[in-house]
Nanobody, 122 residues
């Protein structure tokens, strides 16, 4: 079994910054893509950013230039640095990871964290 635990959410004023962390633990052989998503009340879950095991990143247009995703493969941890936060960034932020749990068979499974609340006040 694999667990993902997010941390770093909170309340911040517009224009401020937060850094989210998500640590994966458990039966991990390797991790492929890791990512951050957010879900606001009454809305669907949306992609924020993803990063491959080789460091290739992808961002939603709404966060380009403001958010930076990174990862520490040795610690099985992904980060999201959020700058110039806006009230519309308010949401629960969830991380996910595509995990290979053993050398053989080489199957991967997608795991999700429980989420951390980010609230941006105007």
């Amino acid at each position: 079994q694999v667990q993902l635990v997010e941390s770093g959410g909170g309340l911040v004023q517009a224009g401020g910054s937060l850094r989210l962390s998500c640590a994966a633990s458990g039966s991990i052989f390797s991790i492929n893509d890791m990512g951050w998503y957010h879900q606001a009340p009454g809305k669907q879950r949306e992609l924020v950013a993803t990063i491959t095991q080789f460091g290739i990143t992808n961002y939603a247009d709404s966060v380009k230039g403001r958010f930076t995703i990174s990862r520490d493969n040795a610690k099985n941890t992904v980060y999201l640095q959020m700058n110039s936060l806006k009230p519309e960034d308010t949401a629960v932020y969830l991380c996910n990871a595509e995990v290979r749990t053993s050398r053989w068979p080489p199957y991967t499974y997608t795991y999700w964290g429980q989420g951390t609340q980010v609230t941006v006040s105007s």
